[in-house]
């Protein structure tokens, strides 16, 4: 089984073609450097260079996996959540690779690809506990199967991804922020003294719920660095000690919300053999995430699972992976499917208290 994977939805054009034995043929990525003058995705921007760039990684994912269209099983598109304009272009390429070749078409949502990649990669049985987070979405679900999620927590305001970004653009690290705080808090030398200098709140920690707020924590870095401004003391050893201090206590409010969550998942899975929590999205390449959710796991006794860095962000791989989970399963789509912009993995999930459209 070979099938064709397209994603649009933000700014990473990509294409892919995977086969059911998990073999990844093809992993086209392009990233859009035009954004970065602007300190975050123009939509417009986007969705023409969507179109500039796709007709290309399409004929080229088909070059790499040494295939024609007559050998895929089926084409997966994104079709939602994320900026229209971007969706409509991959959602059509891949309608129309459907209709002219006669291949069936299978709708995925963004959320689900970034959801279901670690099965691609090891061999993970539902059900898991999900971390997804991301540029647009910082959310605790319990994966159940595909198309099966129960949310357990979410975020009231920001998206993980989005504190990271906004973090880098108060400091003048440029877009996307989170790779390159990562980077500026591996150069922090006094780890120790970085925390004492730089107090930052832990927003909803101890609560009795799973969810996240992170806009007081941007609050708070915005006013450090402002002070620092001030003090003309916005050099590289500051940046580096905010940036150590943010990714610490990052690190703080993971581990909190995710232990509640983890009693509930043991609760209601307590003859499961192998429980497994998962991190994934883009901020899943950050490594001193992964290393503080490790380390909860073994606390737990649970199995941490992480797709490989290059598959955390945004790809053609895991819509790929998506769709063949989907047509293991005799799922595919009508070509009138539409783009949807917001489409949340557990539609049943009550809003949390004080959350914003996002949740
Ligand atoms: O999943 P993704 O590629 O796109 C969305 O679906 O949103 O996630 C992008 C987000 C951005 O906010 C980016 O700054 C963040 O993931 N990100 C990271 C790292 N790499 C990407 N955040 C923290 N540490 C990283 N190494
Ligand atoms: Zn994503």
Redo the contacts with the bound molecule.
């Keep these: 089984m070979k099938v064709l994977g397209i994603e649009t939805s933000?700014d990473?054009t990509a294409v892919a073609i995977i086969t059911d034995d998990k073999q990844i043929l093809s992993n086209q990525i392009l990233s859009q450097t035009e954004h970065a003058a602007f300190g975050g995705v123009v939509p417009e921007i986007a969705a023409r260079a969507h179109l500039e760039h796709i007709d290309r990684l399409v004929s080229q994912a088909l070059k790499d996996a040494n295939v024609s269209f007559k050998d895929l099983d089926a084409i997966a598109a994104t079709t939602g959540p994320g900026l229209i304009g971007g969706v409509m272009v991959g959602m059509m390429m891949g309608k129309s690779i459907a209709a002219v070749h006669d291949i069936p078409f299978i709708s995925i949502n963004?959320l689900e690809g970034?959801a279901l990649t670690v099965r691609l990669t090891e061999d993970i049985a539902f059900p898991y506990l999900l971390l997804l987070v991301?540029?647009?979405h910082s959310q605790i679900l319990i994966v159940k199967g595909v198309g099966q999620y129960k949310r357990l927590g979410t975020t009231i305001d920001d998206a993980l991804?989005?504190a990271?970004?906004k973090c880098a653009k108060i400091l003048g690290l440029g877009y996307?922020?989170?790779?390159a705080?990562?980077q500026a808090a591996l150069k922090c030398k006094d780890t120790d003294q970085a925390l004492k200098q730089f107090p930052l709140p832990t927003p909803m920690k101890g609560r009795d719920n799973c969810h996240f707020s992170f806009s007081g924590l941007k609050t708070a870095m915005r006013r450090h660095a402002e002070s620092l401004i001030e003090e003309n003391a916005l050099n590289d050893e500051n940046i580096s000690a905010l940036c150590h201090a943010f990714q610490h206590t990052v690190g703080k409010i993971m581990i909190d919300r995710l232990g509640r969550a983890i009693n509930i998942f043991l609760a209601e899975y307590k003859d499961i053999a192998n429980p497994t929590l998962v991190v994934a999205?883009?901020?899943a390449?950050?490594l001193h995430l992964r290393k503080c959710l490790e380390d909860l796991t073994t606390t737990v006794g649970m199995r941490f699972s992480a797709p490989p860095v290059k598959l955390c962000?945004?790809n053609g791989a895991m819509i790929a992976w998506a769709g063949i989970e989907h047509l293991k399963q005799g799922i595919t789509h009508d070509l009138d499917t539409e783009a949807k912009p917001r489409w949340p993995l557990d539609p049943d999930a009550p809003i949390a208290a004080g959350a914003g459209i996002k949740a």
């Design positions: 933000c990473e963004h970034h991301s540029g647009g991804g989005e990271f970004d996307p922020g989170g790779p705080v990562e999205g883009g901020v390449a950050n962000s945004d």
